[in-house]
Every structure is written in C-alpha cells, then in structure tokens.
C-alpha cells in the first residue's frame, strides 16, 4: 500500500473520530448552561469523553500527516461533517433527510476531485522557526478578531477554532516529519519545542473554541469549522512547504469545481442539521395555553341543566349546594 492511500485510510477513521467526538460535543453543550466555567466542565464525564475521541482523532490525523501532505489530508476533514449526518440522526432519534443525502454526495464529489489533483507524495518540508513562530502570531491574532465580542459569536468562534486546528495541523506535520527524519540532526532543539508548545495551545484552544461555538447546535458551527480547517492548513502548506497541486490549468479548474461542489454540500449538511438536530434556532412546538381556573374543568356538557354557563360559580359552591 502506498503512501497516498495510507494516508486516506488513516483521514477518513480520523473524520469518524471527530464527528462521534462533535455529536458529544454538542449534547454536552445543550445540557450546561453557558456561563458553566471549564473547571466545572472539567469534572463532567462526557466532557473527557469528547475529549478522549479528539485525541484518538488527533493521533490518527498525525500519522495521516507523515504519509501525506497537508492539501490531500486537511480536504479529508470535510469527512466529519458527513460522518456528524448519520451520528447526530441517531442521537436525535430520527433518519437522515433527502437534503442531507444530497449533501453528503455533493460533499464527496468535491472532495473526490480535489484528491485527483492534491500533490500524493509524502511531506519533506518543514516550518523554520522564524515561519514557525510568524503563523503562530497571525494566527493569535486572527483568533482574537473573531473571538471579540459581537453578534453571532457561534459562528466566529466555529471560524476560530477551525483555523486554529488547520494551524495545529500544518505544524504537527512539522513536527512529525523532523522527528521521524533520519538526516542526523538533533531529536531536541528550541525549534522543536516551539512547534510542539504551539501545537499544545492551538489544540487546545480549538477544542475550547468548538465547544463554545456548539452552543448554538451543531450544523452551522461544524460546517464553519470543517471548512476554515483545510483552508487555513491548505494556505500553510502552499505558502511555505512548497506544496502544490498536480498538473497544470485543467486541474486548477478541476480543483476550483471540487471545491464550490463541497462548500455547496457542507452548506446543504449545515442547514439540514440546524433544522434536523433543533440548532438551538428551530422553533420550538406550540404550548397550550393552560385554563386560568384548571379547576373548573369538568368533562362532560359545557352547560348545566338550568342553562347557565359552566364556572359561573366557584367549584366549592358547586360541590356543596347543588340546584
């Protein structure tokens, strides 16, 4: 098996890990209210659940990483959202919509054309650490921007955590391919443990962002963070890897119609699940207006014998004399 289908292999268990790890995400949220501080989320067992699923996915997105480069591994991540369909059906009691059907096959024809034109040999380039440390700045400073207070904060933190994962991302592969590399440089050195704190706090903060974001329901939020994801990454890898698509102006275009086909599936997926999973904006079922004396309801005629209205006297009355 070569390197390339190691690599899917190993993205799309990945994205299975990550959509179970969102669908718990996203309950968790609805069950706490938001002013629910970390150290009181630390104590919650589905919080470690959650968590104990992004670091299986994490893993396996890092092994994908040292066989593939990062604009055929992060596209893959667009797989979460597809695999949340099902999983969040599930949990919400219910079947998958012809929407999100149609979603989900846009969804994978775009990511199929944009695998036919990602580069498939393995990564050899890595982050200095002038470049390491000037992506973790921007991306500091992205992440506050969007983290400013305002309207529709779900969504701002949804764009901050994926671009802070995609950043984990670019830089984990730094990491991995540096020490798995046998040229006999050293295994320790300051730009290492540079790379390796920032891949720390940028994971850490994306998770911390996601759960905030989810607040609001998993559709919109999710889509948000699966698309900011392969982008952020896929600018990295481009930038200042060296990373570049196979082929000339044909699979330019090719990669152009892969990508609006899956940002038009993601939009479908988003908007199914905000209305499927109740996104925190559905509206809610009617509630009856209850009597304003539930006492006086009696089953049976509306109106008494003598003809004068039911409740025209109190019940204790009723009770008591008779007519």
């Known amino acids: 098996m070569n390197a390339t289908l190691i690599a899917v292999a190993l993205s799309l268990v990945s994205a299975a890990a990550y959509a179970a790890a969102a669908v718990a995400q996203s309950r968790l949220a609805g069950r706490i209210e938001p002013s629910t501080g970390i150290l009181r989320l630390l104590g919650r067992g589905a919080w470690w659940s959650a968590v104990g699923l992004n670091a299986g996915g994490a893993l396996l997105h890092v092994a994908a990483l040292n066989y593939g ?30 929407v999100e059907w149609r979603g989900t096959a846009l969804t994978l024809l775009g990511l199929g054309a944009l695998l036919l034109t990602a580069g498939g040999s393995a990564p050899h380039d890595t982050l200095t650490l002038p470049e390491a440390l000037g992506v973790g700045a921007a991306t500091m400073a992205v992440v506050a921007g969007l983290s400013r207070p ?90 200042l890897l060296g990373e570049r698509l196979q082929g000339g102006p044909v699979s330019l275009a090719l990669a152009l119609v892969g990508a609006a086909a899956a940002v038009r599936g993601v939009v479908l997926l988003s908007r199914a699940q905000a209305q499927g999973t109740g996104g925190g904006e559905a509206a809610a079922p009617p509630v009856p207006v209850a009597d304003p004396v539930p006492s006086r309801v009696v089953i049976g005629s509306p109106r008494r014998v003598d003809g004068t209205a039911l409740g025209a006297e109190p019940l204790a009355v009723r009770a008591g004399g008779g007519s």
């Open 69 to 98: 480069p990062l604009t055929l591994v992060q596209p893959l991540g667009a797989l979460t959202l597809v695999a949340a369909v099902p999983l969040g059906a599930r949990a919400a009691g219910r079947r998958v919509g012809r």
């Open 150 to 239: 305002g309207a529709r904060p779900g969504l701002r933190h949804a764009a901050a955590s994926g671009i802070t994962s995609g950043v984990a991302s670019a830089l984990t592969q730094t990491l991995t391919v540096a020490v798995t590399d046998h040229s006999g440089g050293p295994l320790f050195s300051w730009r290492l443990l540079t790379v390796a704190l920032l891949v720390s706090a940028f994971a850490m903060g994306g998770l911390l962002l996601s759960q905030t974001a989810y607040r609001g329901g998993l559709g919109a939020p999710l889509a948000v963070v699966t698309l900011a994801n392969p982008v952020a990454a896929a600018a990295i890898g481009l930038a």
